[in-house]
């Protein structure tokens, strides 16, 4: 401890000139609050980070995060802020307007003035931990953010993939705004040739199961998101005033989003509730302005100026756009003439006090009343405790409205029917305490199935509460492994998560099957894939590396869907329920053997291993995935999320590759107990640094590809002879 007490000297000697605008008072507050957190890192890189307060804790990670990749915390802020062109030039303009819409800099500043005092000092530790990251790293040079402030965590308080205002098409608010700038492109479909027509499913599993079904009778929580890899990082942060949490950190954020304590845990799954609404405005000139109406009324629109910069190669440019707002919220594009103004959540302050509040409940009693903020809008939460409770939430955001109306489009702004009445309660919305089912799961599909019969029921609630309207692949998974079982293990449990069943073939290919027997012998159509329909006629709909079965299924699955997915649209089906119902034998015919000539094409043979094909590799931290075939790759058994897989694995061939990289789906899974201490295992994505030249790289790959849960080392005893490194940020 003394070694690292001097090198904090050292380094405040030495690295003056290395932080712009470090001043001695800052310089020295930054000594003290590292003098009081303790990094200790394990064997797999994993930063356990203790402070002497919540606040020395949340500077201890920060400091944690920078070091494995501070090019992600970076762009995460950017992002937030509506600062990425400052980055990566003018086609990232639209991106940043489109945040810029609902951030503001300057309320944010007022918010974090007026924040509660325990809560402005978890954010002045925020910035504290960075920017002494930067002042003890004088050779990383920040694209853009060279001091953080304090309010910026204000910008990126809740911890999803994805912020509701992405629903906003970026051609219809270039539309409207104007420019010659095209929007960024979009990151290509996965499946072959990545033709547009599909995306990877995204989303994630959350699993409780309660004692009674459990062969310990303690409960068990599985913690699966799907997000893009590497998007959150892995780390446990305490304290001596209560805190101690441990699980998947959004790059940057100063709270665990999917993880636990000691005594509960919490998963977040991406909600299928309608609570970003569209509103067609009736809007007029009126003197330098415009007005719109409500009813009777006029009401001015308001104005804000939104100037956006980005980076040139000569240096940077700046335009200035003039936003407009209606009490719904932004305008974001025109429909048949009128302007559609978008309405969502947007509550920084309490969705940060949410955000964090939760990771130190310790029961469901007190996770409910994090709940009471209503600001985790776009996801459903799998809940478990060492009390033995079990719970489901739907979407933590779900504003009152007119049931008759149909919100998935625009209503008309100037009809009061439109006008919000508040928000529907926990209570009001689907939830779940304790079902008489024994577990509960959400997959990102309706919450109708979430406990089997214990379910909630549709007719208890308006539309707007969710709008699947059919079960998703991995829910009929989810509906297969979890009931009957009273005897649950950590090990079973993974076993589920890990399950090689793939029922969205179970469902397809009995009509492919019976489109091939009804077909006459002579048909050449027929005879082309004799030996293809024998090979699936055989198999049993699991996936395995060395599945030629699989390669195929998945071939054919994508090529077909995609033949039907327009006529599947317009009939409101999904591609799956439309093969099942509605394909006509010569489609599926025709897609197996346009299957079979893409497979033969890139591999040389249809009769091709899955593993041969779906590959795991990482090569560089860059934030948009590069791969080569030319360098070392691992097979992955488990397949998209699309075919139902649990286990979600979103591969496809990039335009210099013939095999499928994934580069979304399991980033982080996790499986716990709560016994009377915690008990866990967990895998990460690839390993938890970025830094290519780190053992902890890709460390976990192998064990990642094969679903080989590691164990969690939670309490001090259990990171004894798993210690690599321990020391104070800045040693």
């Not at 307060?53 to 090019?71: C, I, L, R, T």
């Not at 970026?170 to 929007?183: D, E, I, S, V, W």
């Not at 006459?520 to 060395?546: E, M, Y």
Request: hydrophobic content about 35%; overall charge negative; aromatic content about 12%.
């Amino acid at each position: 401890m003394n070694r690292s007490h001097s090198t904090l000297i050292l380094l405040a000697a030495c690295a003056a000139c290395s932080s712009a605008r470090a001043s001695r008072s800052d310089v020295a507050r930054w000594a003290q609050e590292a003098r009081n957190v303790t990094i200790t890192r394990d064997d797999w890189g994993i930063a356990h980070v203790h402070g002497v307060s919540d606040a020395d804790a949340v500077f201890g990670m920060e400091y944690a995060q920078a070091e494995d990749d501070f090019n992600r915390v970076e762009m995460n802020y950017l992002n937030a802020m509506g600062r990425t062109a400052e980055a990566l030039g003018e086609g990232a303009i639209w991106r940043d307007l489109r945040m810029r819409l609902v951030e503001n800099d300057d309320s944010l500043k007022a918010l974090y003035a007026t924040s509660p005092a325990w809560l402005k000092a978890l954010m002045d530790a925020f910035a504290d931990g960075l920017n002494y990251y930067l002042y003890t790293h004088p050779r990383v040079t920040p694209k853009v953010i060279r001091r953080f402030e304090p309010w910026m965590a204000l910008s990126f308080s809740e911890g999803s993939i994805g912020w509701d205002i992405e629903d906003v098409s970026l051609r219809g608010l270039q539309a409207l705004y104007g420019g010659a700038a095209r929007p960024a492109a979009a990151p290509s479909p996965s499946g072959p040739g990545g033709d547009g027509v599909f995306s990877e499913p995204g989303g994630s599993n959350g699993i409780a199961i309660a004692p009674k079904n459990t062969r310990d009778r303690h409960a068990l929580l599985y913690i699966n998101p799907h997000t893009s890899f590497y998007f959150r990082s892995e780390l446990q942060m305490s304290s001596d005033s209560g805190l101690d949490a441990y699980g998947a950190v959004t790059w940057g954020q100063f709270f665990v989003y999917q993880g636990f304590n000691a005594t509960a845990g919490w998963m977040h799954t991406s909600s299928g509730v309608d609570n970003v609404d569209e509103f067609l405005e009736t809007v007029t000139p009126q003197g330098d302005g415009y007005v719109y109406r409500r009813g009777d009324t006029l009401l001015p629109v308001v104005t804000r100026p939104i100037t956006i910069r980005w980076h040139t190669d000569t240096g940077s440019a700046a335009r200035t756009f003039t936003a407009f707002y209606t009490r719904h919220g932004p305008a974001v594009r025109v429909e048949g003439g009128r302007w559609v103004s978008v309405s969502l959540m947007h509550d920084p302050l309490n969705a940060l006090i949410q955000s964090y509040t939760r990771t130190k409940a310790r029961d469901y009693a007190a996770f409910r009343r994090t709940m009471e903020l209503h600001t985790n809008s776009s996801n459903n939460t799998i809940f478990a405790d060492a009390e033995g409770n079990i719970a489901y939430f739907h979407s933590n955001y779900i504003p009152r409205r007119d049931p008759s109306l149909d919100w998935t489009k625009p209503v008309d702004g100037s009809d009061p029917k439109t006008d919000y009445h508040g928000l529907l309660s926990v209570d009001e919305t689907p939830h779940l305490l304790n079902p008489a089912s024994g577990w509960l799961y959400n997959s990102n599909n309706w919450p109708w199935s979430a406990a089997g019969p214990s379910s909630p029921k549709r007719q208890d609630y308006p539309k707007y509460v969710e709008r699947g309207t059919e079960e998703s692949p991995r829910g009929y998974h989810a509906l297969r492994v979890l009931p009957g079982h009273r005897d649950f293990t950590m090990a079973s449990l993974t076993a589920a998560g890990f399950d090689s069943w793939l029922p969205s073939f179970a469902r397809m290919l009995p009509p492919l099957l019976r489109a091939y027997d009804h077909t006459g012998a002579s048909d050449p159509l027929r005879a082309s894939v004799d030996s293809q329909v024998a090979v699936l006629r055989a198999w049993d709909c699991r996936w395995d590396t060395s599945s030629v079965a699989t390669s195929l299924a998945v071939f054919w699955g994508s090529e077909v869907q995609r033949q039907v997915f327009r006529d599947a649209r317009e009939a409101g089906l999904s591609p799956e329920t439309y093969v099942v119902e509605r394909a006509t034998p010569q489609v599926m015919l025709a897609a197996l053997a346009a299957a079979s000539d893409s497979l033969a094409a890139d591999y040389g043979t249809w009769r091709t291993p899955w593993g041969a094909i779906n590959r795991f590799q990482r090569i560089n931290d860059s934030i948009e995935p590069e791969f080569d075939d030319t360098k070392p790759s691992i097979p992955v058994g488990f397949a998209s999320s699309r075919w139902g897989s649990l286990a979600s694995f979103g591969a496809r061939p990039y335009p210099n590759t013939k095999q499928w990289y994934g580069s979304s789906g399991n980033s982080f899974v996790a499986v716990v107990e709560f016994g009377d201490s915690v008990r866990a295992n967990a895998v990460t994505a690839g390993g938890e640094s970025g830094d290519p030249a780190s053992p902890h790289f890709d460390d976990e790959a192998a064990r990642y590809a094969t679903g080989a849960l590691r164990p969690v080392y939670f309490y001090p005893s259990q990171l004894k002879g798993h210690t690599v490194r321990e020391y104070h940020p800045g040693g």
